[in-house]
């Protein structure tokens, strides 16, 4: 397809004058400026993701396969031309911006993200840089433009998703793996940039203030920290107020969405289809979350989350200091999905109610609470305490465990008349009385503010290498708070006043359940808290005859979303290498290895082992699984431990890849061994036999 108007050099010359003029724009900005930028976001809590595009038509289904989505052109492999053949289908004649952004107000969403464009390279908007746009369907309508208006007109944010990643534009590197019809001959990546740039001006100048640039598709080997750097800077040249996440750059750590340390990562961190388990202290982040299996709509998938799950997930990333950007995929008409919006539905009916124990909240101060989570906010002269309970107490005493403030006042969020709960102190908790029937099954929110900043006393942190051990084992029992005394038993009961102190590590030589809890004086200042260490005989070595170094492959070609069974499955290649180290692949996509041998460990003892995969992978030791990383995923590392006898043990490394990075490393580390990559001098496999032929 051809572009609607040539670009001019002129036109290039003063992008280029822009970008060179703004490259240190973010290094530039002070804290202050920043968090006044973040006010808006870390206050709304709860925004709308929006996939939409051409791989609605499809709806997921292509050739007797129904698990596709917004990646379909690539998971079914379809051939650009006929890819592009949906632009003379799409024509959503049902959508209504308006509508949809009063859905979502409705819902409690306070921002919406939408693919300006996706990964197939097709613009919901109308540009003048190509013709695979909206402009070229039937609809011809400005998707973006409308739905922009309709946000500001309903003081929503209005925020654009927009892919580094290409698969239509002709400069765009890499290519698809499987698309040998489509040569690289004269593509320049860099005038791919320019493009990309010359859309981002359009979505930047045309539609008014816009809350975030939310990127995407930057793992690719083409983009870099350096072109991160330069087009994060570009976008706030053209709106300084603008938020941008940061996948910009090229330094996000798999699909935990947090940039590797001491890389530069744009605004806020994007934690995908999981929440962080302690949230990320100091850290702006937003976990994105489908309602069911895919981001963009699938007909055929009908495994949504309940309401319940979706409303616990809002308070617990809350809880934790993060956003929830929760997903709805239209269909090709422009509509959601009837459960979208019963879900929808019913979460803006909670939010009605309990809406304030989400927006401008911060974290909890409590690392554990057994019946749900805790918000909080700094009120005048103390802070209040959004109690988000999940198991209501059926002793009609809510505890509030390891709090020191004196309480204030406590009232349900649902009672208008804010009718006071009376609060009594019970050791180291505060006691709320709470009426016997919960005001909501799935969340109900009591309000408790207390004087002060809060003063809370977390149970001590026992700590062990693992939890296991072979012949002895040093636990340390530690509090982070300065003014208390830990007190432990090491046989599970509660320790009380008269238990020892801990003075250093408790050296275990035998099974054991240490129980630990926080003091001053005689008085218990925490709950309570056990930790089992077992002993146990390590896996015996084996013998194994002419052991040579290296180990054996089996290569495989396939189309897989976890692990098969490579048993049943006939081999494309096989043969020795040095290590596990993915270089036995025959092509970057759509494949699967095997790797067997034997690891040396050096002494008796519990042993650690890491993999880093991208996607899934499996470490097994015998018989043992010992490190589960299966899965479609990004880079994300898994750990597993286990007891060996020094000596050879049976090793087996399996590994696949569908599409995007690929990346497989193995460490290992012990007692006596820091973590490391397994070094190849203690892998080992059998050496064949003249008769093994």
């Given at each position: 397809?051809?572009?609607?108007?040539?670009?001019?050099?002129?036109?290039?010359?003063?992008?280029?004058?822009?970008?060179?003029?703004?490259?240190?724009?973010?290094?530039?900005?002070?804290?202050?400026?920043?968090?006044?930028?973040?006010?808006?976001?870390?206050?709304?809590?709860?925004?709308?993701?929006?996939?939409?595009?051409?791989?609605?038509?499809?709806a997921g289904e292509w050739k007797g396969r129904t698990d596709h989505a917004e990646w379909i052109r690539t998971?079914?492999?379809?051939?650009?031309?006929?890819?592009?053949?949906?632009?003379?289908?799409?024509?959503?004649?049902?959508?209504?911006?308006?509508?949809?952004?009063?859905?979502?107000?409705?819902?409690?969403?306070?921002?919406?993200?939408?693919?300006?464009?996706?990964?197939?390279?097709?613009?919901?908007?109308?540009?003048?840089?190509?013709?695979?746009?909206?402009?070229?369907?039937?609809?011809?309508?400005?998707?973006?433009?409308?739905?922009?208006?309709?946000?500001?007109?309903?003081?929503?944010?209005?925020?654009?998703?927009?892919?580094?990643?290409?698969?239509?534009?002709?400069?765009?590197?890499?290519?698809?793996?499987?698309?040998?019809?489509?040569?690289?001959?004269?593509?320049?990546?860099?005038?791919?940039?320019?493009?990309?740039?010359?859309?981002?001006?359009?979505?930047?100048?045309?539609?008014?203030?816009?809350?975030?640039?939310?990127?995407?598709?930057?793992?690719?080997?083409?983009?870099?920290?350096?072109?991160?750097?330069?087009?994060?800077?570009?976008?706030?040249?053209?709106?300084?107020?603008?938020?941008?996440?940061?996948?910009?750059?090229?330094?996000?750590?798999?699909?935990?969405?947090?940039?590797?340390?001491?890389?530069?990562?744009?605004?806020?961190?994007?934690?995908?289809?999981?929440?962080?388990?302690?949230?990320?202290?100091?850290?702006?982040?937003?976990?994105?979350?489908?309602?069911?299996?895919?981001?963009?709509?699938?007909?055929?998938?009908?495994?949504?989350?309940?309401?319940?799950?979706?409303?616990?997930?809002?308070?617990?990333?809350?809880?934790?200091?993060?956003?929830?950007?929760?997903?709805?995929?239209?269909?090709?008409?422009?509509?959601?999905?009837?459960?979208?919006?019963?879900?929808?539905?019913?979460?803006?009916?909670?939010?009605?109610?309990?809406?304030?124990?989400?927006?401008?909240?911060?974290?909890?101060?409590?690392?554990?609470?057994?019946?749900?989570?805790?918000?909080?906010?700094?009120?005048?002269?103390?802070?209040?305490?959004?109690?988000?309970?999940?198991?209501?107490?059926?002793?009609?005493?809510?505890?509030?465990?390891?709090?020191?403030?004196?309480?204030?006042?406590?009232?349900?969020?649902?009672?208008?008349?804010?009718?006071?709960?009376?609060?009594?102190?019970?050791?180291?908790?505060?006691?709320?009385?709470?009426?016997?029937?919960?005001?909501?099954?799935?969340?109900?929110?009591?309000?408790?503010?207390?004087?002060?900043?809060?003063?809370?006393?977390?149970?001590?942190?026992?700590?062990?290498?693992?939890?296991?051990?072979?012949?002895?084992?040093?636990?340390?029992?530690?509090?982070?708070?300065?003014?208390?005394?830990?007190?432990?038993?090491?046989?599970?009961?509660?320790?009380?006043?008269?238990?020892?102190?801990?003075?250093?590590?408790?050296?275990?030589?035998?099974?054991?359940?240490?129980?630990?809890?926080?003091?001053?004086?005689?008085?218990?200042?925490?709950?309570?808290?056990?930790?089992?260490?077992?002993?146990?005989?390590?896996?015996?070595?084996?013998?194994?005859?002419?052991?040579?170094?290296?180990?054996?492959?089996?290569?495989?070609?396939?189309?897989?979303?976890?692990?098969?069974?490579?048993?049943?499955?006939?081999?494309?290649?096989?043969?020795?290498?040095?290590?596990?180290?993915?270089?036995?692949?025959g092509r970057p996509e759509y494949f699967g290895i095997e790797y067997s041998g034997y690891i040396q460990v050096?002494?008796?003892?519990?042993?650690?082992?890491?993999?880093?995969?991208?996607?899934?992978?499996?470490?097994?030791?015998?018989?043992?699984?010992?490190?589960?990383?299966?899965?479609?995923?990004?880079?994300?590392?898994?750990?597993?431990?286990?007891?060996?006898?020094?000596?050879?043990?049976?090793?087996?490394?399996?590994?696949?890849?569908?599409?995007?990075?690929?990346?497989?490393?193995?460490?290992?580390?012990?007692?006596?061994?820091?973590?490391?990559?397994?070094?190849?001098?203690?892998?080992?496999?059998?050496?064949?036999?003249?008769?093994?032929?």
């Amino acid at each position: 397809m051809t572009t609607k108007i040539s670009r001019t050099y002129v036109w290039i010359f003063a992008l280029l004058l822009v970008t060179c003029a703004t490259g240190l724009l973010a290094q530039r900005e002070i804290p202050g400026e920043h968090d006044a930028r973040m006010q808006w976001w870390r206050e709304a809590r709860f925004g709308m993701f929006i996939h939409w595009g051409l791989y609605s038509i499809p709806a997921g289904e292509w050739k007797g396969r129904t698990d596709h989505a917004e990646w379909i052109r690539t998971t079914a492999q379809i051939p650009l031309a006929e890819y592009e053949g949906f632009v003379s289908q799409f024509n959503p004649v049902k959508f209504n911006a308006d509508e949809w952004v009063r859905t979502a107000k409705a819902a409690g969403v306070k921002y919406i993200v939408i693919t300006s464009k996706h990964h197939d390279g097709f613009c919901l908007f109308d540009s003048k840089y190509t013709d695979f746009d909206v402009a070229s369907t039937p609809f011809h309508r400005d998707i973006l433009k409308e739905l922009a208006d309709a946000c500001h007109r309903q003081d929503i944010k209005i925020c654009f998703y927009h892919s580094i990643m290409d698969w239509h534009h002709t400069d765009y590197l890499p290519r698809r793996d499987w698309e040998k019809d489509r040569t690289t001959e004269g593509a320049d990546f860099n005038r791919y940039v320019t493009y990309m740039k010359n859309e981002l001006r359009e979505l930047l100048t045309n539609y008014g203030d816009i809350g975030v640039l939310w990127f995407d598709g930057e793992w690719e080997n083409t983009w870099n920290q350096d072109y991160g750097r330069d087009l994060y800077a570009y976008v706030r040249s053209l709106q300084p107020k603008i938020i941008v996440n940061n996948r910009v750059g090229s330094a996000r750590n798999g699909m935990q969405g947090l940039t590797k340390e001491g890389e530069f990562g744009g605004d806020f961190g994007t934690p995908e289809q999981e929440v962080p388990a302690t949230g990320i202290p100091g850290a702006d982040w937003e976990s994105c979350i489908t309602m069911n299996d895919h981001w963009g709509y699938n007909k055929n998938d009908h495994n949504f989350k309940s309401t319940k799950a979706l409303i616990r997930m809002l308070a617990d990333i809350a809880s934790k200091g993060g956003n929830l950007l929760l997903n709805v995929g239209p269909t090709s008409e422009g509509v959601f999905p009837p459960e979208s919006l019963d879900r929808l539905k019913e979460i803006g009916n909670w939010m009605k109610v309990n809406g304030e124990a989400i927006y401008a909240t911060q974290a909890s101060p409590f690392k554990k609470l057994e019946w749900g989570r805790c918000t909080s906010k700094s009120v005048s002269g103390g802070t209040r305490l959004y109690l988000h309970v999940f198991d209501w107490p059926r002793d009609g005493k809510l505890m509030v465990p390891g709090i020191f403030n004196q309480s204030r006042t406590a009232y349900l969020l649902a009672d208008g008349k804010q009718t006071s709960l009376s609060v009594a102190r019970s050791e180291d908790a505060l006691a709320i009385s709470v009426p016997n029937a919960a005001p909501d099954p799935i969340d109900s929110v009591v309000v408790l503010d207390v004087a002060g900043k809060p003063d809370v006393n977390d149970p001590p942190k026992i700590e062990g290498d693992t939890d296991i051990f072979v012949d002895t084992m040093d636990v340390k029992v530690t509090s982070d708070r300065d003014n208390v005394q830990v007190r432990y038993t090491a046989d599970g009961s509660t320790s009380g006043p008269g238990a020892p102190l801990v003075r250093g590590a408790i050296h275990l030589t035998q099974t054991t359940v240490i129980s630990a809890r926080c003091y001053r004086g005689d008085q218990p200042v925490s709950g309570t808290v056990r930790t089992s260490f077992t002993k146990v005989a390590p896996v015996p070595a084996v013998k194994v005859e002419s052991p040579e170094g290296g180990v054996k492959y089996a290569y495989f070609e396939g189309n897989w979303d976890a692990l098969p069974d490579f048993t049943a499955l006939k081999p494309a290649a096989q043969g020795n290498a040095v290590s596990p180290d993915l270089s036995q692949r025959g092509r970057p996509e759509y494949f699967g290895i095997e790797y067997s041998g034997y690891i040396q460990v050096p002494e008796n003892d519990v042993y650690e082992f890491f993999t880093d995969s991208d996607d899934g992978s499996r470490l097994y030791l015998g018989d043992a699984l010992v490190v589960d990383n299966d899965g479609l995923h990004g880079v994300q590392e898994k750990r597993g431990i286990i007891a060996l006898a020094a000596g050879l043990h049976p090793l087996r490394i399996t590994y696949f890849n569908k599409t995007g990075g690929l990346e497989l490393k193995v460490f290992y580390a012990s007692k006596k061994i820091a973590k490391q990559p397994v070094p190849n001098s203690i892998l080992f496999r059998q050496q064949m036999r003249k008769h093994d032929h």
